[in-house]
């Protein structure tokens, strides 16, 4: 067992493999799941757990080169994304139409669904890497 850090086995293969340029997505419970992507849905009722708490696990563990987000967030989930942003100060950030950042999820090498019930709280990891 490890001694802190992310438990979930299936979220740390994730982290572990992801590769450069890679992404992994953060999803609320309605962002439609593309086919052929893997999906480690964590999600147990309404709001738990919740964005912040697997972003923080998450983003803690992953080398992040760049990250998406819904330009709806900017004026349905200004905290959240405002709270994002903050997490990420530094990383360069996109943003893309809801409509677009669904359209680039088949791309995505892993989506981890939350409980989150925010709007559009869905963003997506650009992995880096550490050299």
């Given at each position: 067992m490890r001694k802190e850090g992310i438990l979930n086995t299936d979220i740390c293969y994730?982290?572990?493999?992801?590769?450069?340029?890679?992404?992994?997505?953060?999803?609320?419970?309605?962002?439609?799941?593309?086919?052929n992507v893997t999906v480690i849905d964590i999600s147990l009722v309404k709001g738990i757990p919740g964005f912040t708490e697997v972003f923080d696990a998450v983003t803690d563990e992953l080398v992040i080169d760049s990250y998406i987000y819904a330009e709806e967030m900017e004026t349905a989930s200004t905290e959240l994304l405002q709270y994002v942003q903050s997490?990420?100060?530094?990383?360069?950030?996109?943003?893309?139409?809801?409509?677009?950042?669904?359209?680039?999820?088949?791309?995505?090498?892993?989506?981890?669904r939350t409980g989150e019930c925010t709007p559009y709280a869905n963003v997506i990891l650009e992995g880096g890497v550490n050299f």
């Open positions: 994730a982290i572990s493999s992801l590769g450069h340029t890679d992404y992994l997505v953060i999803a609320d419970p309605g962002l439609p799941i593309p086919e997490r990420l100060s530094g990383v360069p950030g996109q943003k893309l139409s809801h409509e677009e950042l669904k359209h680039i999820l088949p791309k995505a090498k892993v989506i981890i």
